[in-house]
Protein backbone atom coordinates (compact mmCIF):
# COMPACT_ATOMS: atom_id res chain seq x y z
CA UNK A 1 0.00 0.00 0.00
CA UNK A 2 2.92 2.40 1.08
CA UNK A 3 4.59 1.99 -2.79
CA UNK A 4 0.85 2.73 -4.01
CA UNK A 5 0.59 5.97 -2.07
CA UNK A 6 4.15 6.72 -3.67
CA UNK A 7 2.92 5.98 -7.33
CA UNK A 8 -0.30 7.76 -7.13
CA UNK A 9 1.77 10.98 -5.36
CA UNK A 10 4.06 10.88 -8.48
CA UNK A 11 1.14 10.43 -11.06
CA UNK A 12 -0.63 13.18 -9.89
CA UNK A 13 -0.48 16.76 -8.97
CA UNK A 14 1.14 17.89 -5.86
CA UNK A 15 -2.33 18.86 -4.24
CA UNK A 16 -4.05 15.73 -4.98
CA UNK A 17 -1.59 14.08 -3.79
CA UNK A 18 -1.54 15.10 -0.77
CA UNK A 19 -5.05 14.56 -0.56
CA UNK A 20 -4.83 11.57 -1.58
CA UNK A 21 -1.95 10.58 1.24
CA UNK A 22 -4.56 12.57 3.97
CA UNK A 23 -7.69 9.64 2.73
CA UNK A 24 -4.61 7.14 3.39
CA UNK A 25 -3.45 7.70 6.70
CA UNK A 26 -6.76 8.71 8.23
CA UNK A 27 -8.29 5.11 6.50
CA UNK A 28 -4.87 3.48 8.01
CA UNK A 29 -5.53 5.05 11.56
CA UNK A 30 -9.59 3.85 10.87
CA UNK A 31 -11.20 7.44 10.94
CA UNK A 32 -12.39 7.10 7.34
CA UNK A 33 -14.50 3.66 7.06
CA UNK A 34 -17.58 2.17 5.22
CA UNK A 35 -20.97 3.04 6.78
CA UNK A 36 -24.46 2.60 5.99
CA UNK A 37 -25.95 5.33 3.25
CA UNK A 38 -28.19 6.90 5.89
CA UNK A 39 -25.39 7.89 7.91
CA UNK A 40 -23.53 9.28 5.29
CA UNK A 41 -26.18 11.27 4.47
CA UNK A 42 -26.83 12.43 8.00
CA UNK A 43 -22.86 13.21 8.23
CA UNK A 44 -23.31 15.56 4.66
CA UNK A 45 -25.82 17.54 6.62
CA UNK A 46 -23.93 17.91 9.81
CA UNK A 47 -21.21 19.47 7.25
CA UNK A 48 -23.46 21.58 5.12
CA UNK A 49 -24.34 23.31 8.63
CA UNK A 50 -21.60 23.55 10.93
CA UNK A 51 -18.26 23.33 8.56
CA UNK A 52 -15.03 21.95 10.17
CA UNK A 53 -15.65 22.94 13.36
CA UNK A 54 -15.81 21.09 16.83
CA UNK A 55 -19.74 21.07 16.57
CA UNK A 56 -19.16 19.00 13.45
CA UNK A 57 -17.11 16.43 15.36
CA UNK A 58 -19.51 15.81 18.26
CA UNK A 59 -22.79 15.81 15.89
CA UNK A 60 -20.36 12.89 13.78
CA UNK A 61 -19.37 11.43 16.38
CA UNK A 62 -23.12 11.47 17.23
CA UNK A 63 -23.91 9.88 14.35
CA UNK A 64 -21.33 7.10 14.12
CA UNK A 65 -20.86 6.15 17.73
CA UNK A 66 -23.55 7.86 19.64
CA UNK A 67 -23.07 5.33 22.26
CA UNK A 68 -19.71 5.76 23.06
CA UNK A 69 -17.98 7.99 26.01
CA UNK A 70 -16.67 11.55 24.57
CA UNK A 71 -15.67 12.41 27.78
CA UNK A 72 -15.15 11.00 31.39
CA UNK A 73 -13.95 12.65 34.39
CA UNK A 74 -14.11 12.90 37.97
CA UNK A 75 -17.96 13.13 37.53
CA UNK A 76 -18.53 10.09 35.39
CA UNK A 77 -18.79 9.71 31.74
CA UNK A 78 -21.32 11.31 29.01
CA UNK A 79 -21.67 10.37 25.86
CA UNK A 80 -21.11 11.56 22.22
CA UNK A 81 -25.25 11.75 21.73
CA UNK A 82 -25.43 12.89 25.31
CA UNK A 83 -22.45 16.20 24.51
CA UNK A 84 -24.13 17.21 21.04
CA UNK A 85 -27.70 17.32 23.26
CA UNK A 86 -25.89 19.24 26.10
CA UNK A 87 -23.95 21.36 24.13
CA UNK A 88 -27.51 23.00 21.92
CA UNK A 89 -28.94 23.35 25.20
CA UNK A 90 -25.97 25.18 26.57
CA UNK A 91 -25.68 27.71 23.22
CA UNK A 92 -29.35 28.13 23.51
CA UNK A 93 -28.53 29.20 27.07
CA UNK A 94 -25.80 31.39 26.77
CA UNK A 95 -27.93 33.00 23.75
CA UNK A 96 -30.28 34.28 26.36
CA UNK A 97 -27.66 35.64 27.97
CA UNK A 98 -27.13 37.74 25.20
CA UNK A 99 -23.96 35.46 23.75
CA UNK A 100 -23.62 35.80 19.67
CA UNK A 101 -21.67 35.74 16.78
CA UNK A 102 -19.75 39.33 17.91
CA UNK A 103 -19.40 38.23 21.82
CA UNK A 104 -16.42 36.92 23.65
CA UNK A 105 -16.22 34.17 26.52
CA UNK A 106 -13.61 33.45 28.58
CA UNK A 107 -13.06 30.06 30.23
CA UNK A 108 -11.19 29.30 33.22
CA UNK A 109 -11.44 26.29 33.94
CA UNK A 110 -9.32 23.11 35.07
CA UNK A 111 -9.68 20.21 32.31
CA UNK A 112 -13.61 18.64 32.96
CA UNK A 113 -16.28 18.70 30.58
CA UNK A 114 -17.93 21.53 31.36
CA UNK A 115 -15.02 23.67 29.63
CA UNK A 116 -15.47 20.86 26.65
CA UNK A 117 -18.78 21.73 26.49
CA UNK A 118 -18.59 25.82 26.78
CA UNK A 119 -16.04 25.39 23.81
CA UNK A 120 -18.58 23.25 21.73
CA UNK A 121 -21.32 25.61 22.72
CA UNK A 122 -19.74 28.85 21.89
CA UNK A 123 -18.90 26.87 18.22
CA UNK A 124 -22.10 26.04 18.02
CA UNK A 125 -22.90 30.38 18.25
CA UNK A 126 -20.42 31.38 16.30
CA UNK A 127 -18.52 32.69 19.08
CA UNK A 128 -14.83 33.53 19.98
CA UNK A 129 -13.51 31.65 22.83
CA UNK A 130 -10.56 33.40 25.24
CA UNK A 131 -8.95 30.13 27.18
CA UNK A 132 -7.39 31.38 30.16
CA UNK A 133 -4.45 30.12 32.31
CA UNK A 134 -5.52 29.14 35.20
CA UNK A 135 -2.22 30.44 36.86
CA UNK A 136 -2.63 33.98 36.14
CA UNK A 137 -2.73 36.42 39.20
CA UNK A 138 -5.82 38.55 39.89
CA UNK A 139 -4.37 41.87 37.92
CA UNK A 140 -3.09 39.68 35.17
CA UNK A 141 -6.38 38.10 34.14
CA UNK A 142 -8.34 41.80 34.75
CA UNK A 143 -5.64 43.19 32.04
CA UNK A 144 -6.49 39.65 30.04
CA UNK A 145 -10.04 40.10 30.32
CA UNK A 146 -10.35 43.61 29.67
CA UNK A 147 -7.49 43.57 26.54
CA UNK A 148 -10.02 40.38 25.10
CA UNK A 149 -12.65 42.18 25.44
CA UNK A 150 -14.27 39.25 27.32
CA UNK A 151 -18.55 39.38 27.65
CA UNK A 152 -18.90 36.62 29.56
CA UNK A 153 -16.69 34.30 31.96
CA UNK A 154 -16.96 30.40 32.53
CA UNK A 155 -14.93 29.72 35.79
CA UNK A 156 -14.43 27.22 38.01
CA UNK A 157 -15.73 27.91 41.58
CA UNK A 158 -12.23 27.62 42.93
CA UNK A 159 -10.97 30.98 40.96
CA UNK A 160 -13.37 32.86 42.62
CA UNK A 161 -11.16 34.75 44.61
CA UNK A 162 -10.68 36.57 41.04
CA UNK A 163 -14.02 38.16 41.33
CA UNK A 164 -13.34 41.44 43.46
CA UNK A 165 -11.16 42.54 41.26
CA UNK A 166 -12.38 42.01 37.86
CA UNK A 167 -15.48 44.42 37.00
CA UNK A 168 -18.68 43.99 38.50
CA UNK A 169 -20.69 43.98 35.34
CA UNK A 170 -19.05 41.04 33.42
CA UNK A 171 -21.41 38.34 33.45
CA UNK A 172 -20.06 34.52 35.14
CA UNK A 173 -21.23 31.43 34.98
CA UNK A 174 -19.65 28.63 36.94
CA UNK A 175 -18.36 25.34 35.26
CA UNK A 176 -17.32 23.03 38.40
CA UNK A 177 -19.04 24.51 41.23
CA UNK A 178 -17.40 22.76 44.30
CA UNK A 179 -20.14 23.14 46.46
CA UNK A 180 -21.11 27.09 45.33
CA UNK A 181 -24.64 28.05 45.90
CA UNK A 182 -24.12 30.52 42.73
CA UNK A 183 -27.24 30.55 40.84
CA UNK A 184 -25.93 30.60 37.46
CA UNK A 185 -23.61 27.40 36.15
CA UNK A 186 -23.00 25.44 32.89
CA UNK A 187 -25.27 22.69 34.13
CA UNK A 188 -28.29 24.93 35.26
CA UNK A 189 -28.00 26.72 31.67
CA UNK A 190 -27.87 22.72 30.21
CA UNK A 191 -30.92 21.92 32.96
CA UNK A 192 -33.25 24.89 32.08
CA UNK A 193 -32.53 25.41 28.33
CA UNK A 194 -34.78 24.26 25.46
CA UNK A 195 -32.30 22.01 22.62
CA UNK A 196 -34.18 24.20 19.78
CA UNK A 197 -32.84 24.95 16.28
CA UNK A 198 -29.88 27.08 16.58
CA UNK A 199 -28.78 29.78 13.04
CA UNK A 200 -27.53 27.44 10.28
CA UNK A 201 -23.76 27.62 9.59
CA UNK A 202 -22.94 30.78 12.36
CA UNK A 203 -19.63 32.72 11.65
CA UNK A 204 -16.45 30.42 12.64
CA UNK A 205 -15.55 30.97 15.95
CA UNK A 206 -12.18 32.08 16.74
CA UNK A 207 -10.03 30.38 19.69
CA UNK A 208 -7.34 32.57 21.36
CA UNK A 209 -4.78 30.94 23.57
CA UNK A 210 -2.63 32.94 25.39
CA UNK A 211 1.09 33.02 25.33
CA UNK A 212 2.88 31.39 28.27
CA UNK A 213 3.90 34.92 30.02
CA UNK A 214 6.80 33.91 31.68
CA UNK A 215 8.10 37.16 31.36
CA UNK A 216 5.23 39.28 31.60
CA UNK A 217 1.48 39.67 30.98
CA UNK A 218 0.66 36.77 28.32
CA UNK A 219 -0.67 37.84 24.69
CA UNK A 220 -3.63 36.50 22.40
CA UNK A 221 -2.46 34.39 20.06
CA UNK A 222 -5.82 33.59 17.30
CA UNK A 223 -5.65 30.09 16.17
CA UNK A 224 -6.54 29.59 12.75
CA UNK A 225 -9.70 26.99 11.70
CA UNK A 226 -8.12 23.87 10.17
CA UNK A 227 -8.56 23.92 6.82
CA UNK A 228 -9.86 20.57 6.80
CA UNK A 229 -8.81 17.28 8.74
CA UNK A 230 -5.24 17.25 7.05
CA UNK A 231 -3.67 19.12 10.22
CA UNK A 232 -5.08 16.03 12.47
CA UNK A 233 -3.53 13.74 9.32
CA UNK A 234 -0.44 15.39 9.51
CA UNK A 235 0.33 14.92 13.69
CA UNK A 236 -0.75 11.26 12.81
CA UNK A 237 1.94 10.78 10.19
CA UNK A 238 4.20 10.61 12.96
CA UNK A 239 2.14 9.77 15.96
CA UNK A 240 -0.09 6.53 15.66
CA UNK A 241 -2.55 7.00 17.03
CA UNK A 242 -6.42 5.57 16.04
CA UNK A 243 -9.86 5.77 16.16
CA UNK A 244 -11.17 5.85 19.18
CA UNK A 245 -8.54 5.91 21.26
CA UNK A 246 -8.63 6.32 24.72
CA UNK A 247 -6.66 9.30 25.72
CA UNK A 248 -5.48 10.50 29.16
CA UNK A 249 -5.42 14.03 28.33
CA UNK A 250 -2.55 15.65 31.39
CA UNK A 251 -1.93 18.85 29.71
CA UNK A 252 -4.56 21.71 30.57
CA UNK A 253 -6.71 22.37 27.65
CA UNK A 254 -5.98 26.11 28.01
CA UNK A 255 -2.98 24.98 26.54
CA UNK A 256 -1.73 24.90 22.94
CA UNK A 257 -0.87 21.11 23.71
CA UNK A 258 -4.08 20.46 25.88
CA UNK A 259 -5.82 21.75 22.99
CA UNK A 260 -4.48 19.83 20.32
CA UNK A 261 -5.29 16.38 22.10
CA UNK A 262 -8.79 17.92 21.96
CA UNK A 263 -9.25 18.53 18.55
CA UNK A 264 -6.96 15.14 17.48
CA UNK A 265 -9.55 13.73 19.68
CA UNK A 266 -12.79 14.72 17.76
CA UNK A 267 -11.38 14.04 14.82
CA UNK A 268 -10.27 10.20 15.73
CA UNK A 269 -14.03 9.95 17.76
CA UNK A 270 -11.78 9.46 20.99
CA UNK A 271 -12.78 9.31 24.35
CA UNK A 272 -11.02 12.44 26.49
CA UNK A 273 -10.26 11.28 30.13
CA UNK A 274 -9.76 14.47 31.72
CA UNK A 275 -8.29 14.74 35.26
CA UNK A 276 -8.75 18.03 36.71
CA UNK A 277 -5.28 17.94 38.54
CA UNK A 278 -2.37 16.10 37.58
CA UNK A 279 -0.89 13.73 40.19
CA UNK A 280 1.69 11.44 38.94
CA UNK A 281 0.23 8.15 41.19
CA UNK A 282 -3.27 9.14 39.97
CA UNK A 283 -2.46 9.63 36.20
CA UNK A 284 -1.22 6.11 35.93
CA UNK A 285 -4.06 4.34 38.17
CA UNK A 286 -6.39 6.58 36.00
CA UNK A 287 -4.99 5.15 32.59
CA UNK A 288 -5.05 1.61 33.98
CA UNK A 289 -8.43 1.85 34.76
CA UNK A 290 -10.15 3.08 31.67
CA UNK A 291 -7.50 1.63 29.42
CA UNK A 292 -6.36 4.48 28.13
CA UNK A 293 -4.19 3.78 24.87
CA UNK A 294 -2.31 7.61 24.78
CA UNK A 295 -1.58 10.15 27.17
CA UNK A 296 -1.08 13.40 26.39
CA UNK A 297 1.17 15.89 28.67
CA UNK A 298 4.27 17.91 29.03
CA UNK A 299 7.93 17.10 30.20
CA UNK A 300 8.04 18.47 33.72
CA UNK A 301 4.74 15.69 34.15
CA UNK A 302 6.84 13.03 32.43
CA UNK A 303 9.53 13.93 35.31
CA UNK A 304 6.95 13.72 38.31
CA UNK A 305 6.25 10.03 37.11
CA UNK A 306 9.64 9.05 37.45
CA UNK A 307 10.15 10.31 40.42
CA UNK A 308 7.48 8.17 41.58
CA UNK A 309 9.01 5.31 43.62
CA UNK A 310 8.89 2.23 41.66
CA UNK A 311 6.46 -0.14 43.51
CA UNK A 312 4.24 3.47 42.55
CA UNK A 313 5.29 3.70 38.69
CA UNK A 314 3.34 0.85 37.18
CA UNK A 315 2.97 0.79 33.34
CA UNK A 316 -0.38 0.75 32.14
CA UNK A 317 -0.64 -2.42 30.00
CA UNK A 318 -2.76 -0.50 27.30
CA UNK A 319 -0.59 2.29 26.69
CA UNK A 320 1.11 2.58 23.37
CA UNK A 321 1.84 6.28 22.52
CA UNK A 322 2.86 9.25 25.45
CA UNK A 323 2.60 12.03 23.60
CA UNK A 324 4.88 15.35 25.16
CA UNK A 325 5.26 18.83 24.16
CA UNK A 326 5.21 22.33 25.61
CA UNK A 327 8.24 22.67 26.49
CA UNK A 328 12.18 21.40 25.80
CA UNK A 329 12.35 17.60 26.22
CA UNK A 330 15.65 16.72 28.24
CA UNK A 331 17.98 14.46 26.57
CA UNK A 332 18.58 12.20 29.97
CA UNK A 333 14.37 12.52 30.24
CA UNK A 334 13.96 10.65 27.02
CA UNK A 335 16.23 8.04 27.69
CA UNK A 336 14.84 7.11 31.16
CA UNK A 337 11.36 7.14 30.53
CA UNK A 338 11.50 4.87 27.79
CA UNK A 339 14.08 2.76 30.16
CA UNK A 340 10.65 2.85 32.15
CA UNK A 341 7.74 2.49 29.89
CA UNK A 342 9.32 1.04 26.67
CA UNK A 343 9.24 2.64 23.26
CA UNK A 344 5.85 4.96 23.53
CA UNK A 345 7.35 8.37 23.54
CA UNK A 346 6.82 11.19 21.04
CA UNK A 347 8.05 14.31 21.43
CA UNK A 348 6.15 16.99 19.72
CA UNK A 349 8.33 20.54 18.92
CA UNK A 350 6.55 23.25 18.18
CA UNK A 351 5.26 26.68 19.49
CA UNK A 352 1.24 28.46 20.17
CA UNK A 353 2.68 30.76 16.94
CA UNK A 354 3.37 27.88 14.63
CA UNK A 355 1.39 24.47 16.21
CA UNK A 356 4.01 22.11 14.96
CA UNK A 357 7.51 21.77 13.84
CA UNK A 358 9.21 18.58 14.23
CA UNK A 359 8.03 15.01 15.82
CA UNK A 360 10.39 12.59 17.58
CA UNK A 361 9.46 9.15 17.28
CA UNK A 362 10.86 6.31 20.11
CA UNK A 363 13.52 4.89 17.63
CA UNK A 364 14.61 8.98 16.75
CA UNK A 365 14.88 9.07 20.68
CA UNK A 366 16.82 6.43 21.26
CA UNK A 367 19.16 6.78 18.56
CA UNK A 368 19.81 10.39 19.43
CA UNK A 369 17.66 11.54 22.88
CA UNK A 370 18.49 15.03 22.41
CA UNK A 371 16.43 15.76 18.68
CA UNK A 372 13.11 17.36 17.95
CA UNK A 373 13.23 14.90 15.27
CA UNK A 374 12.08 15.74 12.04
CA UNK A 375 9.28 17.42 10.17
CA UNK A 376 6.06 15.65 9.47
CA UNK A 377 4.49 15.46 5.70
CA UNK A 378 3.37 19.12 4.53
CA UNK A 379 5.76 20.70 6.86
CA UNK A 380 8.80 22.88 6.29
CA UNK A 381 11.72 23.81 8.26
CA UNK A 382 15.09 25.76 7.68
CA UNK A 383 17.61 26.52 9.52
CA UNK A 384 18.71 30.35 8.51
CA UNK A 385 22.55 32.08 9.49
CA UNK A 386 22.39 35.73 10.66
CA UNK A 387 22.31 37.37 7.02
CA UNK A 388 18.64 35.40 6.92
CA UNK A 389 20.62 32.64 3.92
CA UNK A 390 20.17 28.92 4.27
CA UNK A 391 22.88 27.62 7.09
CA UNK A 392 24.88 24.46 5.88
CA UNK A 393 24.29 21.28 7.30
CA UNK A 394 25.19 20.79 10.80
CA UNK A 395 25.44 24.80 11.70
CA UNK A 396 23.35 26.88 14.03
CA UNK A 397 20.87 29.25 13.15
CA UNK A 398 17.34 30.43 13.05
CA UNK A 399 14.60 28.22 13.00
CA UNK A 400 11.62 29.07 10.85
CA UNK A 401 8.97 26.83 10.22
CA UNK A 402 5.74 26.50 7.69
CA UNK A 403 2.64 23.89 7.86
CA UNK A 404 -1.16 24.35 7.49
CA UNK A 405 -1.72 26.11 10.69
CA UNK A 406 0.18 28.86 11.38
CA UNK A 407 -1.38 31.57 13.94
CA UNK A 408 -3.20 34.75 12.47
CA UNK A 409 -1.10 36.56 14.65
CA UNK A 410 -1.53 37.95 18.26
CA UNK A 411 -4.91 40.19 19.03
CA UNK A 412 -3.15 43.06 20.57
CA UNK A 413 -1.61 43.39 17.01
CA UNK A 414 1.52 42.05 15.56
CA UNK A 415 3.15 38.67 14.37
CA UNK A 416 6.02 36.71 14.16
CA UNK A 417 9.01 37.27 11.64
CA UNK A 418 8.39 35.84 8.09
CA UNK A 419 11.07 34.84 5.56
CA UNK A 420 9.58 32.96 2.40
CA UNK A 421 6.15 32.19 3.94
CA UNK A 422 8.09 30.35 6.89
CA UNK A 423 7.15 31.87 10.32
CA UNK A 424 9.92 32.04 12.96
CA UNK A 425 9.98 29.94 16.10
CA UNK A 426 12.13 32.47 18.13
CA UNK A 427 14.39 29.34 18.89
CA UNK A 428 18.04 28.43 17.51
CA UNK A 429 18.58 25.14 16.21
CA UNK A 430 20.66 22.49 13.62
CA UNK A 431 19.67 19.68 11.26
CA UNK A 432 22.12 16.95 11.24
CA UNK A 433 23.43 15.07 8.16
CA UNK A 434 20.56 12.34 8.86
CA UNK A 435 18.14 15.34 8.81
CA UNK A 436 17.09 15.49 12.29
CA UNK A 437 16.12 18.47 14.11
CA UNK A 438 18.00 19.74 17.68
CA UNK A 439 17.46 22.81 19.50
CA UNK A 440 19.67 24.66 21.11
CA UNK A 441 17.84 27.16 22.72
CA UNK A 442 15.60 30.70 22.34
CA UNK A 443 17.04 32.98 20.53
CA UNK A 444 16.81 35.24 23.45
CA UNK A 445 18.75 32.30 25.59
CA UNK A 446 21.69 32.57 23.82
CA UNK A 447 24.14 34.65 25.92
CA UNK A 448 27.99 36.54 24.43
CA UNK A 449 30.54 35.32 27.65
CA UNK A 450 34.32 36.65 26.92
CA UNK A 451 33.51 36.66 23.24
CA UNK A 452 31.85 33.40 23.06
CA UNK A 453 28.43 32.35 21.70
CA UNK A 454 27.21 29.89 24.42
CA UNK A 455 23.63 27.97 24.74
CA UNK A 456 22.33 27.39 28.31
CA UNK A 457 20.58 23.96 26.73
CA UNK A 458 23.68 22.28 26.40
CA UNK A 459 24.83 23.32 29.99
CA UNK A 460 21.42 22.14 31.44
CA UNK A 461 21.72 18.73 29.40
CA UNK A 462 24.77 18.11 30.78
CA UNK A 463 23.56 18.70 34.70
CA UNK A 464 20.74 16.48 33.87
CA UNK A 465 23.16 13.75 33.35
CA UNK A 466 24.14 13.83 36.62
CA UNK A 467 22.40 10.94 38.54
CA UNK A 468 21.99 13.21 41.34
CA UNK A 469 20.32 15.78 39.68
CA UNK A 470 16.29 15.81 39.29
CA UNK A 471 15.70 19.16 37.03
CA UNK A 472 17.81 21.83 36.06
CA UNK A 473 17.25 25.49 34.82
CA UNK A 474 20.27 26.86 33.04
CA UNK A 475 19.76 31.23 32.32
CA UNK A 476 22.24 33.82 31.22
CA UNK A 477 23.04 37.01 33.75
CA UNK A 478 24.87 40.30 33.50
CA UNK A 479 29.13 39.45 34.33
CA UNK A 480 31.52 42.25 34.93
CA UNK A 481 34.14 40.60 33.24
CA UNK A 482 33.05 38.46 30.81
CA UNK A 483 29.70 41.03 29.24
CA UNK A 484 27.15 37.62 30.66
CA UNK A 485 27.67 33.88 32.26
CA UNK A 486 25.74 31.32 32.88
CA UNK A 487 23.89 29.95 36.17
CA UNK A 488 22.40 26.87 37.02
CA UNK A 489 18.76 26.28 39.03
CA UNK A 490 19.45 22.56 40.19
CA UNK A 491 16.99 20.61 42.05
CA UNK A 492 18.37 17.03 43.40
CA UNK A 493 16.99 13.98 43.90
CA UNK A 494 15.74 13.14 47.41
CA UNK A 495 18.70 11.83 49.83
CA UNK A 496 21.52 13.00 47.50
CA UNK A 497 24.16 15.25 48.27
CA UNK A 498 25.98 17.18 45.51
CA UNK A 499 27.77 20.77 45.88
CA UNK A 500 28.81 23.33 43.08
CA UNK A 501 31.92 22.29 42.97
CA UNK A 502 31.74 18.65 42.61
CA UNK A 503 28.89 19.69 39.99
CA UNK A 504 31.21 21.90 37.77
CA UNK A 505 33.78 19.22 38.19
CA UNK A 506 31.81 15.99 37.07
CA UNK A 507 30.86 18.16 33.52
CA UNK A 508 33.75 19.61 32.95
CA UNK A 509 34.70 16.65 30.39
CA UNK A 510 31.07 18.17 28.66
CA UNK A 511 31.25 21.38 28.16
CA UNK A 512 33.71 24.32 27.08
CA UNK A 513 34.80 26.79 29.26
CA UNK A 514 32.57 29.61 28.59
CA UNK A 515 29.60 26.75 29.32
CA UNK A 516 30.76 25.98 32.67
CA UNK A 517 27.85 27.54 34.94
CA UNK A 518 29.59 30.21 37.31
CA UNK A 519 26.87 29.96 39.62
CA UNK A 520 24.92 27.07 41.15
CA UNK A 521 21.88 27.61 43.33
CA UNK A 522 20.24 24.59 45.00
CA UNK A 523 16.36 25.14 44.88
CA UNK A 524 13.60 22.78 46.78
CA UNK A 525 11.65 23.29 43.22
CA UNK A 526 11.91 25.31 40.10
CA UNK A 527 9.70 28.36 39.74
CA UNK A 528 6.86 26.72 36.83
CA UNK A 529 3.80 28.36 35.53
CA UNK A 530 0.74 26.28 35.31
CA UNK A 531 1.66 24.69 31.83
CA UNK A 532 4.83 23.62 33.66
CA UNK A 533 7.75 26.13 31.85
CA UNK A 534 10.45 27.58 34.27
CA UNK A 535 9.55 31.24 34.89
CA UNK A 536 12.86 33.03 34.60
CA UNK A 537 11.99 36.53 36.41
CA UNK A 538 11.62 34.35 39.59
CA UNK A 539 15.53 32.50 39.39
CA UNK A 540 18.18 34.79 40.96
CA UNK A 541 21.61 33.91 40.92
CA UNK A 542 23.63 35.70 43.92
CA UNK A 543 25.55 38.77 43.12
CA UNK A 544 23.85 39.13 39.36
CA UNK A 545 22.47 42.69 38.35
CA UNK A 546 19.81 42.80 36.00
CA UNK A 547 17.17 40.27 35.12
CA UNK A 548 17.60 36.43 33.54
CA UNK A 549 16.60 35.65 29.84
CA UNK A 550 13.40 34.14 29.46
CA UNK A 551 13.59 30.16 28.79
Not at 35 to 59: C, F, N, Q, S, V
Not at 309 to 316: H, T
Not at 487 to 499: E, H, I, N
Request: hydrophobic residues 40%.
Amino acid sequence: MATLMRRLRQAVRPERARGLQTAYILARQGVVRPMRPDKLLRILRAWLRWGITPPLAYAVGAIRHPDRPAVIDERGAISYAEVSLRTTRLANGLRERGIGESSRVGILCRNHHGAIETIVACGKLGTDVVLLNTGLSSSQLAAVLAEQRVDLLVLDAEYDRHLPELPADLDVVLAWTEGSTRHWTVEHLIATSQAKALPRRPRHARMIVLTSGTTGTPKGARRPDPPGIGPAATVMSRIPLRSGERMLVCAPVFHTWGLAAFQLGAVLGATLVLPRRFEPGHALSVAKRYQCTSMFAVPVMLQRILDLPAEERIRPESLRVVASSGSAMPADLATRFQRAFGPVLYNLYGSTEVSWVSIATPSELRAAPSTAGRPPRGTTVRILDENGKPARTGATGRIFAGNDMLFEGYTSGGRKEVVDGLMSTGDLGRIDSSGRLFVVGREDDMIISGGENVYPKETEDAIAALPEVREVAVVGVEDAEFGQRLAAFVVLQDDTRLDGDDLRERVRGSLSRFAMPRDVVFLDELPRNATGKVVPRELHAPGASGRVTER
